[in-house]
């Protein structure tokens, strides 16, 4: 018994120690070997802050944002699903008084009043849904594109909470069965997961515009606003512009021509 | 001492056989919701949280309130509550079990919870959360398990325990306040953004709290040979009478700055619980109920002789439960979430099997809560020789 006792313990503690070891191990091997070398793609579209411009003069009706809105959801793969409670949105449209809460008034000119807004994540400076995550599934890259980790998301739901926007959606069943063509090139997701805009970045990787700025003709432009010779920034310097909420201090990089 | 929990009578193993039975039948409804996901309950985009976390943020509330008789006997030395100290923590015990269930029961992927400790994000509340209410957990397990030993035993208990439940008292309004951090922490959510919350929590925590032990220490004192005592009831029942007139005044403070002000993303809220907006109103009645059971329950508080018929001070106990549970429970999420960030009024009302579901956690917490408080009576009861 004590013998056997004592053989455990030994094992146990020669078990622990080279538990304990394994990182300090690690970190020589990886200093030693050469691992997989990483290039960045040489078309990858790069900004130091990626920002949105959306001339809303340039849609007439509720017909010029279809293609925008399908062509999104098309390639990320966003199910259709029937049932309201559990519709899950990345891009979308909306009124005016519901887009910029709160700032809408009786007498507004009636192409605002009955035009419709399209409404997405904002990629805010500083996401609420960032510093809400109790994970980091959700957060900002240096380019300020502020992505999910549909992998390491436990389905929480406090981004949702979180964000002054609506802009999240939550998978309450399966999408995978309600995703029309599945395209291969970019993951569907797992039900309990929390999903939204992703700035196109799996596109901006390989050099492509964002699917809605190729579906607007034009009215929809991104670029770094970071750069002072860049379209966004000559778009903002010539237009007055709007975003959403401002006053909550987020920094929505959606900016609107209206 | 585990093994007095396994000696009693019909009713005691009728109760348990009860409580299991439901425990067993939202088991098997869990299984569905894990198998379908969380779309089998009533949530939405638009509403986000429900039932569940409504549950969790009372009873985070119920756990706190568990203090309200460790504090008056180890900080200033009120030997009546000495008897009953024990009671509250098990309480706690229960409640904050109920919580933890409550919040794994909420979640989309429930089997990488571990993430938040995989991944510890300290600017998240809800990581903060997390350690505050398993701390709180295991501090009223240790201290609890201690003194009923010790009472057993005919000993003293330890010296370091009073330096635990000293601890254990600072650390119950922490686990409230944290609670109430997730939520007016968040920009644009115009009902929970107000300094008032968190003690606004504390105080329907200290009324909703005590007022339940009350009511448990009246159903020992029937169904078992302890007697709890009747000062040790009165006691409880002045504190619940503070913290419910406080509760309504903190929430008449948070009425008068949102309609003073007339700021429409903090009114909406409010309006759409207590009138209904854009011809939206499930919630009405549920909030005048809620409030007419507050105020009622104040008026027969703070009457003392109402207050000392045990008989009304229970019934009192009952409708200030039930009351703060409205208000708490189901009143302070969804009226979070309606109208929503792009002002539509999108009703939330939970559907059969989330309340299947949630009976079960109840029934989970009422199970522990049934196993402690046998263990703890069945001592006194022995110590006491009857």
Redesign the interface.
């Known amino acids: 018994m004590k013998n056997s006792r004592r053989s455990f313990l030994k094992l146990a503690g020669i078990s622990a120690l080279g538990l304990g070891a394994k990182p300090v191990l690690n970190a020589f091997a990886s200093s030693d070997e050469h691992g997989p070398e990483i290039f960045p793609n040489q078309e990858a579209l790069t900004a130091k802050r990626w920002a949105m411009v959306i001339d809303t003069r340039k849609f007439e009706s509720e017909e010029d944002f279809e293609p925008i809105v399908a062509a999104c959801h098309k390639i990320h793969n966003v199910p259709k699903l029937k049932?309201?409670?559990?519709?899950?949105?990345w891009i979308w449209i909306?009124d005016f008084?519901?887009?910029f809460?709160?700032q809408e008034h009786e007498f507004l000119d009636d192409r605002v009043k009955h035009l419709p807004f399209l409404?997405l994540c904002n990629h805010c400076e500083k996401p609420?849904c960032v510093?809400?995550?109790?994970?980091?599934?959700t957060f900002k890259r240096e380019d300020g594109i502020v992505l999910m980790d549909f992998h390491?998301?436990?389905?929480?739901?406090?981004c949702?909470?979180?964000?002054?926007?609506?802009s999240?959606?939550?998978?309450?069943?399966?999408p995978r069965p309600f995703v029309e063509e599945e395209n291969k090139e970019f993951p569907t997701r797992m039900?309990?997961?929390?999903e939204k805009c992703n700035f196109c970045a799996e596109r901006l990787a390989v050099g492509k515009m964002p699917a809605c700025v190729e579906a607007s003709n034009g009215a929809i432009v991104v670029g770094d606003l970071h750069d002072p010779d860049s379209n966004v920034r000559d778009l903002l310097k010539n237009n007055y512009t709007i975003r959403r909420?401002p006053y909550?201090?987020?920094g929505p990089a959606i900016y609107y021509i209206v | 001492m585990l093994e007095l929990a396994i000696k009693g009578g019909k009713t005691y193993w009728g109760w348990i056989l009860s409580l299991l039975t439901i425990i067993g039948i939202a088991f098997i409804v869990y299984l569905w919701q894990l198998d379908f996901g969380l779309g089998i309950t009533g949530m939405s985009r638009d509403v986000s949280w429900g039932f569940y976390i409504a549950q969790f943020t009372f009873l985070v509330g119920v756990a706190a309130g568990g203090v309200m008789v460790v504090l008056p006997y180890y900080l200033h030395d009120y030997k009546a509550f000495g008897r009953i100290t024990i009671l509250g923590e098990f309480l706690a015990i229960a409640a904050v079990v109920m919580c933890l269930l409550f919040i794994i029961v909420d979640l989309g992927q429930p089997m990488r919870a571990l993430n938040v400790i995989l991944y510890p994000t300290p600017g998240s509340v809800l990581f903060w959360d997390m350690i505050v209410l398993n701390v709180y957990l295991l501090l009223n397990v240790v201290v609890g398990w201690n003194v009923i030993e010790a009472e057993r035993n005919n000993i003293g208990y330890p010296g370091w325990i009073k330096v635990l439940a000293i601890f254990s008292i600072i650390w119950a309004p922490a686990i409230h306040t944290v609670t109430a951090f997730l939520y007016c922490g968040l920009p644009g959510r115009g009902f929970w953004l107000t300094a008032i919350l968190a003690p606004r929590f504390l105080a329907s925590a200290f009324a909703a709290g005590p007022a339940l032990l009350i009511l448990l220490c009246l159903i020992i004192r029937r169904v078992t040979n302890f007697d709890p005592g009747r000062e040790q009831i009165q006691s409880l029942a002045k504190i619940v009478t503070y913290a419910i007139i406080i509760n309504v005044f903190f929430f008449l403070c948070e009425v008068f700055v949102v309609f003073y002000s007339r700021i429409p993303s903090h009114m909406d809220h409010i309006k759409y619980l207590f009138f209904g907006l854009h011809g939206h109103n499930a919630l009405v009645p549920w909030m005048w109920t809620s409030m007419l059971f507050m105020v009622t329950s104040i008026i027969l508080l703070v009457n003392p002789v109402t207050r000392k018929n045990e008989k009304v001070l229970a019934f009192t106990c009952v409708i200030l439960f039930i009351g703060t549970w409205i208000d708490k429970g189901m009143g302070m999420i969804s009226g979070g979430f309606v109208p929503n960030p792009l002002h539509h009024v999108v009703e939330y009302a939970p559907t059969l099997p989330e309340i299947i579901i949630t009976l079960g956690v109840w029934a989970t917490g009422f199970l522990v809560l049934t196993i402690l408080f046998k263990i703890a009576v069945t001592v006194k009861e022995e110590v006491s020789g009857v």
């Open positions: 049932e309201k409670r559990h519709k899950i949105d909306d008084k519901h887009v809460t709160y409404v609420a510093r809400a995550c109790p994970t980091r599934a390491r998301c436990i389905g929480c739901r406090f949702m909470a979180a964000c002054p926007y609506g999240r959606s939550f998978n309450f069943r399966d039900k309990g997961v929390v909420k909550l201090g987020a």
